[in-house]
Protein backbone atom coordinates (compact mmCIF):
# COMPACT_ATOMS: atom_id res chain seq x y z
CA UNK A 1 0.00 0.00 0.00
CA UNK A 2 1.21 3.22 -0.75
CA UNK A 3 -0.17 6.18 1.26
CA UNK A 4 -0.44 10.03 0.68
CA UNK A 5 -1.83 13.37 2.23
CA UNK A 6 -2.73 16.64 1.79
CA UNK A 7 -2.34 20.01 3.80
CA UNK A 8 -3.25 23.25 3.03
CA UNK A 9 -5.23 26.36 5.34
CA UNK A 10 -8.09 25.01 4.58
CA UNK A 11 -8.45 20.94 4.16
CA UNK A 12 -5.94 17.73 5.84
CA UNK A 13 -7.08 14.62 3.69
CA UNK A 14 -5.44 11.06 3.12
CA UNK A 15 -5.28 9.19 -0.35
CA UNK A 16 -3.99 5.35 -0.14
CA UNK A 17 -4.07 3.52 -2.61
CA UNK A 18 -3.37 -0.63 -2.32
CA UNK A 19 -2.92 -2.52 -5.57
CA UNK A 20 -3.33 -6.95 -5.42
CA UNK A 21 -3.21 -8.45 -8.39
CA UNK A 22 -5.50 -7.19 -11.19
CA UNK A 23 -7.83 -4.82 -8.88
CA UNK A 24 -6.88 -1.54 -6.47
CA UNK A 25 -8.59 -0.58 -3.95
CA UNK A 26 -8.47 3.43 -2.90
CA UNK A 27 -8.84 4.57 0.57
CA UNK A 28 -9.23 8.60 1.04
CA UNK A 29 -10.88 11.11 3.27
CA UNK A 30 -9.86 13.33 6.45
CA UNK A 31 -7.00 12.80 7.98
CA UNK A 32 -8.06 10.78 11.40
CA UNK A 33 -11.11 9.62 9.85
CA UNK A 34 -11.97 6.06 8.81
CA UNK A 35 -12.66 7.27 5.24
CA UNK A 36 -13.96 5.66 2.42
CA UNK A 37 -12.92 2.56 -0.02
CA UNK A 38 -13.56 2.26 -3.31
CA UNK A 39 -12.55 -1.29 -5.26
CA UNK A 40 -11.74 -1.13 -8.81
CA UNK A 41 -10.80 -4.90 -11.01
CA UNK A 42 -8.96 -4.96 -14.64
CA UNK A 43 -8.30 -7.38 -17.26
CA UNK A 44 -4.87 -7.80 -15.48
CA UNK A 45 -1.91 -6.80 -13.08
CA UNK A 46 -0.09 -4.80 -15.73
CA UNK A 47 -3.69 -2.84 -16.15
CA UNK A 48 -4.33 -2.63 -12.62
CA UNK A 49 -0.94 -1.18 -11.98
CA UNK A 50 -1.12 0.91 -14.73
CA UNK A 51 -4.23 2.55 -13.66
CA UNK A 52 -3.04 3.04 -10.31
CA UNK A 53 0.85 4.55 -11.00
CA UNK A 54 -1.92 7.31 -13.01
CA UNK A 55 -3.86 7.74 -10.05
CA UNK A 56 -0.41 8.39 -8.41
CA UNK A 57 1.05 10.92 -10.62
CA UNK A 58 -2.13 12.73 -10.42
CA UNK A 59 -2.61 13.23 -6.61
CA UNK A 60 1.35 14.22 -6.50
CA UNK A 61 0.55 17.06 -9.22
CA UNK A 62 -2.53 17.84 -7.39
CA UNK A 63 -0.16 18.51 -3.75
CA UNK A 64 -0.33 15.45 -2.37
CA UNK A 65 2.95 14.11 -0.62
CA UNK A 66 3.49 10.54 -0.28
CA UNK A 67 3.48 9.15 3.66
CA UNK A 68 4.36 5.36 2.62
CA UNK A 69 6.68 3.91 5.19
CA UNK A 70 9.35 3.27 4.49
CA UNK A 71 10.81 -0.48 4.32
CA UNK A 72 13.12 -1.29 7.06
CA UNK A 73 15.73 -4.02 7.47
CA UNK A 74 15.39 -7.29 8.95
CA UNK A 75 17.37 -7.78 11.47
CA UNK A 76 19.24 -10.49 9.70
CA UNK A 77 19.70 -7.97 6.83
CA UNK A 78 21.48 -5.25 9.00
CA UNK A 79 23.82 -7.38 10.13
CA UNK A 80 25.17 -8.05 6.44
CA UNK A 81 25.30 -4.78 5.60
CA UNK A 82 27.28 -3.65 8.80
CA UNK A 83 29.16 -6.92 8.26
CA UNK A 84 30.33 -6.27 4.59
CA UNK A 85 31.24 -3.20 5.60
CA UNK A 86 33.41 -4.11 8.41
CA UNK A 87 34.18 -7.70 7.62
CA UNK A 88 37.33 -7.96 11.14
CA UNK A 89 34.47 -7.17 13.62
CA UNK A 90 34.31 -10.31 15.26
CA UNK A 91 32.12 -9.45 18.21
CA UNK A 92 29.48 -8.77 15.24
CA UNK A 93 29.83 -11.80 13.78
CA UNK A 94 29.26 -13.34 17.00
CA UNK A 95 26.02 -11.84 17.42
CA UNK A 96 25.02 -12.76 13.61
CA UNK A 97 26.01 -16.11 14.74
CA UNK A 98 24.18 -16.23 17.42
CA UNK A 99 21.06 -14.64 16.06
CA UNK A 100 21.01 -17.67 12.97
CA UNK A 101 21.07 -19.92 15.89
CA UNK A 102 18.55 -18.37 17.60
CA UNK A 103 16.38 -18.76 14.39
CA UNK A 104 16.74 -21.90 14.15
CA UNK A 105 18.97 -21.63 11.37
CA UNK A 106 21.90 -24.35 10.85
CA UNK A 107 24.14 -21.36 9.54
CA UNK A 108 24.18 -20.16 12.79
CA UNK A 109 25.83 -23.77 14.56
CA UNK A 110 28.40 -23.51 11.58
CA UNK A 111 29.30 -20.04 12.35
CA UNK A 112 30.00 -20.41 15.74
CA UNK A 113 31.92 -23.73 15.42
CA UNK A 114 34.24 -22.02 12.83
CA UNK A 115 34.44 -18.65 15.07
CA UNK A 116 35.07 -21.11 17.73
CA UNK A 117 38.29 -22.63 15.48
CA UNK A 118 39.82 -19.35 15.30
CA UNK A 119 41.33 -19.56 18.71
CA UNK A 120 44.46 -21.61 18.30
CA UNK A 121 44.99 -21.71 22.32
CA UNK A 122 41.65 -24.32 22.70
CA UNK A 123 43.29 -27.44 23.76
CA UNK A 124 43.64 -29.89 21.21
CA UNK A 125 40.73 -32.43 22.04
CA UNK A 126 38.25 -29.43 22.13
CA UNK A 127 39.67 -28.75 18.57
CA UNK A 128 39.40 -32.04 17.22
CA UNK A 129 35.57 -31.94 18.49
CA UNK A 130 35.02 -28.89 16.77
CA UNK A 131 36.71 -29.58 13.26
CA UNK A 132 34.58 -32.67 13.30
CA UNK A 133 31.62 -31.29 13.89
CA UNK A 134 32.67 -28.45 11.37
CA UNK A 135 33.16 -31.19 8.36
CA UNK A 136 29.62 -32.87 10.05
CA UNK A 137 27.76 -29.64 9.38
CA UNK A 138 29.60 -28.89 5.74
CA UNK A 139 28.91 -32.04 4.52
CA UNK A 140 25.05 -32.01 5.23
CA UNK A 141 24.43 -28.25 4.44
CA UNK A 142 27.36 -27.66 1.64
CA UNK A 143 25.25 -27.94 -1.51
CA UNK A 144 22.52 -25.24 -0.34
CA UNK A 145 25.07 -22.97 1.02
CA UNK A 146 27.32 -22.90 -2.38
CA UNK A 147 25.23 -22.33 -5.60
CA UNK A 148 26.72 -24.14 -8.80
CA UNK A 149 28.23 -21.03 -9.79
CA UNK A 150 31.00 -21.70 -7.21
CA UNK A 151 31.48 -25.05 -7.50
CA UNK A 152 32.26 -24.86 -10.98
CA UNK A 153 35.03 -22.15 -10.49
CA UNK A 154 37.82 -24.86 -10.64
CA UNK A 155 39.31 -24.67 -13.77
CA UNK A 156 43.42 -25.17 -14.39
CA UNK A 157 45.38 -25.69 -11.54
CA UNK A 158 46.38 -28.39 -12.92
CA UNK A 159 47.28 -27.86 -16.25
CA UNK A 160 49.27 -25.28 -14.47
CA UNK A 161 50.90 -27.16 -11.76
CA UNK A 162 49.60 -24.62 -9.44
CA UNK A 163 47.79 -25.37 -6.18
CA UNK A 164 45.69 -23.02 -4.64
CA UNK A 165 45.58 -22.43 -0.42
CA UNK A 166 42.42 -24.36 -0.79
CA UNK A 167 43.70 -27.88 -2.39
CA UNK A 168 42.53 -26.77 -5.99
CA UNK A 169 38.69 -25.95 -4.33
CA UNK A 170 37.42 -22.93 -6.19
CA UNK A 171 35.69 -21.27 -2.35
CA UNK A 172 36.84 -21.30 1.33
CA UNK A 173 34.00 -20.94 3.89
CA UNK A 174 35.27 -18.22 6.90
CA UNK A 175 33.34 -17.45 9.91
CA UNK A 176 30.42 -19.49 8.28
CA UNK A 177 30.30 -17.35 4.81
CA UNK A 178 31.84 -18.28 2.10
CA UNK A 179 34.54 -15.26 1.36
CA UNK A 180 36.92 -16.34 -0.76
CA UNK A 181 36.54 -17.59 -4.64
CA UNK A 182 39.48 -19.28 -6.45
CA UNK A 183 39.09 -18.86 -10.36
CA UNK A 184 41.11 -21.43 -12.07
CA UNK A 185 40.90 -19.97 -15.80
CA UNK A 186 38.21 -17.25 -16.06
CA UNK A 187 36.16 -17.87 -18.64
CA UNK A 188 33.52 -15.32 -20.22
CA UNK A 189 30.70 -17.87 -18.67
CA UNK A 190 32.59 -18.19 -15.19
CA UNK A 191 32.66 -14.48 -14.84
CA UNK A 192 28.96 -13.64 -15.64
CA UNK A 193 28.11 -16.42 -13.27
CA UNK A 194 30.24 -14.99 -10.43
CA UNK A 195 28.47 -11.49 -11.48
CA UNK A 196 25.08 -12.48 -11.36
CA UNK A 197 24.79 -14.27 -8.22
CA UNK A 198 23.11 -12.99 -5.38
CA UNK A 199 24.37 -14.99 -2.63
CA UNK A 200 28.34 -13.79 -3.38
CA UNK A 201 27.76 -10.89 -0.68
CA UNK A 202 30.46 -11.96 1.78
CA UNK A 203 33.29 -12.91 -0.69
CA UNK A 204 36.14 -10.20 0.23
CA UNK A 205 39.11 -12.40 -1.31
CA UNK A 206 39.11 -12.94 -5.04
CA UNK A 207 42.47 -14.88 -6.90
CA UNK A 208 42.50 -15.17 -10.55
CA UNK A 209 44.68 -17.66 -12.07
CA UNK A 210 44.43 -17.23 -15.63
CA UNK A 211 42.06 -16.07 -18.57
CA UNK A 212 41.31 -18.79 -20.95
CA UNK A 213 42.16 -18.19 -24.63
CA UNK A 214 39.05 -17.25 -26.20
CA UNK A 215 39.09 -20.77 -27.98
CA UNK A 216 39.00 -22.12 -24.77
CA UNK A 217 35.78 -19.79 -23.29
CA UNK A 218 32.50 -22.10 -23.40
CA UNK A 219 30.57 -19.44 -25.46
CA UNK A 220 30.08 -16.40 -27.70
CA UNK A 221 31.42 -13.45 -25.82
CA UNK A 222 28.92 -11.42 -27.55
CA UNK A 223 27.00 -8.57 -25.00
CA UNK A 224 27.00 -5.49 -23.35
CA UNK A 225 29.47 -6.57 -20.58
CA UNK A 226 32.29 -6.76 -23.13
CA UNK A 227 33.36 -4.50 -25.24
CA UNK A 228 33.21 -4.31 -29.11
CA UNK A 229 37.32 -3.75 -29.35
CA UNK A 230 37.78 -6.38 -27.04
CA UNK A 231 39.61 -9.12 -29.15
CA UNK A 232 41.25 -11.66 -26.64
CA UNK A 233 41.10 -12.92 -22.56
CA UNK A 234 37.66 -11.73 -22.91
CA UNK A 235 36.72 -13.12 -19.88
CA UNK A 236 38.24 -10.54 -17.65
CA UNK A 237 35.73 -8.11 -19.20
CA UNK A 238 32.28 -8.98 -17.15
CA UNK A 239 34.08 -9.42 -14.14
CA UNK A 240 35.14 -5.73 -14.19
CA UNK A 241 31.11 -4.98 -13.51
CA UNK A 242 30.98 -6.98 -10.61
CA UNK A 243 29.89 -4.87 -7.76
CA UNK A 244 31.28 -7.11 -5.18
CA UNK A 245 34.49 -5.37 -5.53
CA UNK A 246 34.39 -2.47 -3.79
CA UNK A 247 33.94 -5.18 -0.45
CA UNK A 248 37.83 -6.94 -1.86
CA UNK A 249 40.28 -7.15 0.66
CA UNK A 250 42.56 -9.26 -0.69
CA UNK A 251 43.33 -9.46 -4.85
CA UNK A 252 45.34 -11.87 -6.65
CA UNK A 253 45.36 -11.69 -10.09
CA UNK A 254 47.87 -14.28 -11.95
CA UNK A 255 49.11 -17.54 -10.72
CA UNK A 256 51.62 -16.34 -7.35
CA UNK A 257 55.20 -17.40 -7.05
CA UNK A 258 56.10 -20.69 -5.16
CA UNK A 259 59.18 -19.11 -3.70
CA UNK A 260 60.45 -22.59 -2.20
CA UNK A 261 60.62 -24.48 -5.40
CA UNK A 262 64.35 -25.71 -4.53
CA UNK A 263 66.58 -22.02 -5.48
CA UNK A 264 64.15 -20.58 -8.02
CA UNK A 265 61.03 -18.72 -7.57
CA UNK A 266 58.58 -20.90 -10.07
CA UNK A 267 56.10 -19.09 -11.31
CA UNK A 268 54.03 -18.59 -14.66
CA UNK A 269 54.46 -15.16 -16.34
CA UNK A 270 51.68 -15.25 -19.46
CA UNK A 271 48.87 -13.46 -17.39
CA UNK A 272 47.92 -10.24 -19.10
CA UNK A 273 47.71 -6.95 -16.90
CA UNK A 274 46.70 -3.95 -18.84
CA UNK A 275 43.31 -3.58 -16.80
CA UNK A 276 44.84 -4.53 -13.54
CA UNK A 277 44.37 -0.77 -12.58
CA UNK A 278 40.32 -1.34 -13.37
CA UNK A 279 39.92 -3.84 -10.79
CA UNK A 280 41.54 -2.26 -7.95
CA UNK A 281 40.65 1.65 -8.60
CA UNK A 282 37.30 0.08 -7.51
CA UNK A 283 38.45 -1.50 -3.99
CA UNK A 284 39.13 0.93 -2.10
CA UNK A 285 39.67 -0.93 1.13
CA UNK A 286 41.82 -3.39 -0.28
CA UNK A 287 44.47 -4.65 2.13
CA UNK A 288 46.16 -7.59 0.34
CA UNK A 289 47.45 -6.71 -3.64
CA UNK A 290 49.51 -9.64 -5.37
CA UNK A 291 49.58 -9.34 -9.19
CA UNK A 292 51.67 -11.61 -11.44
CA UNK A 293 50.57 -10.44 -14.45
CA UNK A 294 52.35 -8.56 -17.57
CA UNK A 295 51.68 -4.03 -16.13
CA UNK A 296 53.45 -2.04 -18.52
CA UNK A 297 52.61 0.85 -17.29
CA UNK A 298 52.15 0.86 -13.14
CA UNK A 299 52.26 4.51 -12.35
CA UNK A 300 48.30 4.98 -11.55
CA UNK A 301 48.00 1.81 -9.75
CA UNK A 302 50.60 2.56 -7.21
CA UNK A 303 49.31 6.16 -6.41
CA UNK A 304 45.84 4.57 -6.12
CA UNK A 305 44.64 5.81 -2.16
CA UNK A 306 44.83 2.09 -0.66
CA UNK A 307 45.34 3.63 3.07
CA UNK A 308 44.73 -0.15 4.30
CA UNK A 309 47.30 -2.02 1.85
CA UNK A 310 49.44 -4.32 3.76
CA UNK A 311 50.84 -6.47 1.24
CA UNK A 312 51.83 -4.89 -2.63
CA UNK A 313 53.53 -7.70 -4.46
CA UNK A 314 54.07 -7.20 -8.14
CA UNK A 315 55.86 -10.28 -10.07
CA UNK A 316 56.35 -10.01 -14.43
CA UNK A 317 55.54 -6.36 -15.00
CA UNK A 318 57.38 -3.85 -17.35
CA UNK A 319 57.03 -1.27 -15.34
CA UNK A 320 58.14 -0.41 -11.55
CA UNK A 321 57.51 3.34 -10.37
CA UNK A 322 58.74 3.61 -7.03
CA UNK A 323 59.28 7.13 -6.63
CA UNK A 324 55.57 7.73 -7.17
CA UNK A 325 54.81 4.39 -4.70
CA UNK A 326 57.15 5.91 -2.05
CA UNK A 327 55.19 9.36 -2.46
CA UNK A 328 51.88 8.21 -1.95
CA UNK A 329 50.69 9.54 1.16
CA UNK A 330 48.12 6.47 1.89
CA UNK A 331 50.98 3.76 1.69
CA UNK A 332 51.22 4.24 5.82
CA UNK A 333 50.15 0.59 6.62
CA UNK A 334 52.35 -0.86 3.85
CA UNK A 335 54.36 -4.06 5.73
CA UNK A 336 55.05 -6.18 2.16
CA UNK A 337 56.80 -4.56 -0.62
CA UNK A 338 57.57 -7.62 -3.38
CA UNK A 339 58.89 -6.79 -6.73
CA UNK A 340 59.82 -9.09 -9.50
CA UNK A 341 60.20 -7.70 -13.26
CA UNK A 342 59.68 -9.70 -15.80
CA UNK A 343 63.19 -11.01 -16.99
CA UNK A 344 64.46 -8.16 -18.76
CA UNK A 345 64.55 -7.89 -23.06
CA UNK A 346 66.19 -6.49 -25.90
CA UNK A 347 68.29 -3.09 -24.74
CA UNK A 348 65.57 -1.55 -22.22
CA UNK A 349 67.11 -0.57 -19.02
CA UNK A 350 66.73 -2.18 -15.89
CA UNK A 351 62.95 -2.13 -14.25
CA UNK A 352 64.12 -1.16 -10.68
CA UNK A 353 67.40 0.89 -10.28
CA UNK A 354 68.84 3.23 -7.49
CA UNK A 355 66.95 6.08 -7.85
CA UNK A 356 63.74 4.19 -6.78
CA UNK A 357 65.74 2.27 -3.98
CA UNK A 358 66.26 5.22 -2.51
CA UNK A 359 62.74 6.43 -2.81
CA UNK A 360 61.88 3.40 -0.86
CA UNK A 361 64.00 3.35 1.88
CA UNK A 362 63.80 7.39 2.55
CA UNK A 363 60.17 7.41 1.98
CA UNK A 364 58.55 9.46 5.51
CA UNK A 365 54.87 6.97 4.63
CA UNK A 366 56.33 3.39 4.19
CA UNK A 367 57.12 2.98 8.35
CA UNK A 368 55.65 0.22 8.72
CA UNK A 369 57.47 -1.61 5.96
CA UNK A 370 59.11 -4.76 7.18
CA UNK A 371 59.52 -6.72 4.41
CA UNK A 372 61.61 -5.66 1.17
CA UNK A 373 61.88 -7.71 -1.93
CA UNK A 374 63.88 -6.17 -4.94
CA UNK A 375 64.97 -8.33 -7.69
CA UNK A 376 66.35 -7.80 -11.31
CA UNK A 377 68.21 -5.23 -10.03
CA UNK A 378 71.25 -2.86 -11.41
CA UNK A 379 72.04 -0.64 -7.44
CA UNK A 380 74.81 -3.43 -6.41
CA UNK A 381 76.74 -2.48 -4.18
CA UNK A 382 75.55 1.23 -4.36
CA UNK A 383 72.18 0.01 -3.52
CA UNK A 384 73.93 -1.62 -0.18
CA UNK A 385 75.22 1.50 1.34
CA UNK A 386 71.91 2.75 0.33
CA UNK A 387 69.93 0.62 2.73
CA UNK A 388 72.72 0.95 5.14
CA UNK A 389 73.12 5.09 5.36
CA UNK A 390 69.20 5.51 5.03
CA UNK A 391 68.40 3.79 8.10
CA UNK A 392 65.80 1.19 6.74
CA UNK A 393 67.91 -1.56 8.50
CA UNK A 394 66.56 -0.55 11.66
CA UNK A 395 62.73 -1.54 10.66
CA UNK A 396 63.25 -4.20 7.83
CA UNK A 397 62.92 -8.19 9.10
CA UNK A 398 63.44 -9.66 5.73
CA UNK A 399 65.63 -8.16 2.92
CA UNK A 400 65.81 -9.98 -0.55
CA UNK A 401 68.16 -8.45 -3.40
CA UNK A 402 67.86 -11.75 -5.32
CA UNK A 403 69.39 -11.10 -9.31
CA UNK A 404 71.01 -8.40 -8.73
CA UNK A 405 74.83 -7.46 -9.48
CA UNK A 406 76.19 -6.52 -6.15
CA UNK A 407 79.71 -7.94 -5.28
CA UNK A 408 81.85 -8.31 -1.85
CA UNK A 409 81.79 -4.45 -1.21
CA UNK A 410 78.38 -4.20 -0.70
CA UNK A 411 77.83 -7.38 0.91
CA UNK A 412 80.69 -5.99 3.55
CA UNK A 413 78.76 -2.76 3.91
CA UNK A 414 75.54 -4.62 4.86
CA UNK A 415 78.17 -6.90 7.00
CA UNK A 416 79.12 -3.75 9.02
CA UNK A 417 76.13 -2.35 10.03
CA UNK A 418 74.77 -3.14 13.12
CA UNK A 419 71.34 -2.85 12.00
CA UNK A 420 71.47 -5.83 10.30
CA UNK A 421 70.98 -8.36 12.91
CA UNK A 422 67.43 -7.01 13.17
CA UNK A 423 67.06 -9.19 9.46
CA UNK A 424 65.18 -13.03 10.06
CA UNK A 425 65.90 -13.60 6.18
CA UNK A 426 68.75 -11.29 3.93
CA UNK A 427 68.82 -13.42 0.61
CA UNK A 428 71.68 -12.36 -1.67
CA UNK A 429 71.38 -15.10 -4.08
CA UNK A 430 72.67 -14.53 -7.64
CA UNK A 431 74.58 -11.71 -7.03
CA UNK A 432 78.50 -11.13 -7.68
CA UNK A 433 79.68 -11.92 -4.36
CA UNK A 434 82.63 -14.61 -3.81
CA UNK A 435 83.52 -16.36 -0.43
CA UNK A 436 84.87 -13.56 0.91
CA UNK A 437 81.50 -11.62 1.03
CA UNK A 438 79.62 -14.62 1.71
CA UNK A 439 81.52 -15.07 4.87
CA UNK A 440 81.63 -11.69 5.89
CA UNK A 441 77.68 -11.94 5.67
CA UNK A 442 77.71 -15.36 7.43
CA UNK A 443 79.88 -14.00 10.32
CA UNK A 444 77.05 -11.71 11.46
CA UNK A 445 74.93 -14.33 12.56
CA UNK A 446 71.87 -13.22 10.54
CA UNK A 447 70.08 -16.26 8.46
CA UNK A 448 71.21 -15.82 5.04
CA UNK A 449 70.26 -17.29 1.20
CA UNK A 450 73.35 -16.79 -1.07
CA UNK A 451 73.20 -18.99 -4.27
CA UNK A 452 74.10 -19.20 -7.83
CA UNK A 453 76.75 -16.36 -7.91
CA UNK A 454 77.93 -14.71 -11.14
CA UNK A 455 81.00 -12.32 -12.39
CA UNK A 456 78.92 -9.55 -13.34
CA UNK A 457 79.37 -6.41 -10.89
CA UNK A 458 78.03 -3.79 -13.21
CA UNK A 459 75.18 -3.07 -15.57
CA UNK A 460 76.37 -2.53 -19.05
CA UNK A 461 73.77 -1.41 -21.71
CA UNK A 462 75.63 -2.23 -24.49
CA UNK A 463 76.25 -5.82 -23.15
CA UNK A 464 73.66 -8.35 -22.27
CA UNK A 465 73.66 -8.77 -18.72
CA UNK A 466 72.45 -12.51 -17.93
CA UNK A 467 71.41 -11.75 -13.81
CA UNK A 468 68.78 -9.62 -15.46
CA UNK A 469 66.87 -11.87 -17.05
CA UNK A 470 67.70 -15.11 -14.87
CA UNK A 471 65.30 -14.35 -12.82
CA UNK A 472 62.58 -15.04 -14.85
CA UNK A 473 62.83 -18.99 -15.86
CA UNK A 474 59.99 -19.12 -18.65
Known amino acids: MRTFQFSDAKSHKFWNIDVQGNAFTVTYGKINTAGQAQTKTFGSPAAAQAEADKLIKEKTKKGYTET ?63 KKKEAALLKKHEKEWVANWARDLAGTEADYGQVDSTGGKPYEFQRGVVTTIHVGSLTVVRARAIVAATDAKFVRNLFVGAIADDEEDEEPAAGPDIPAEAEEYQGQYPLLRWKQLKYIRRFGWGWPADENYGDWASHSCHMPGEHV ?84 CRSPHLKKLTHLRLRLTD ?96
Open 68 to 130: TPKATASDAEAFETALRANPHDLAGWCAFADYLAEQGDPRGEFMQTQIALEDESRPKAERDVL
Open 277 to 360: YDFVKQMPDVEELRIFAHVRDAKKLVALPMPNLRVFELYHGWSYPLDKLASNTSLTNLTHLHCHPHGLEDDNPPYIRLAGLKAV
Open 379 to 474: FGDKGAEEIVSSGILKQLKVLDLRHGCMSDKGAKALAASPDLKNLTLLDVSFNALTKEGIDALKATGVPLAANHMHTDTAYDPDDYQEYLAHGDPE
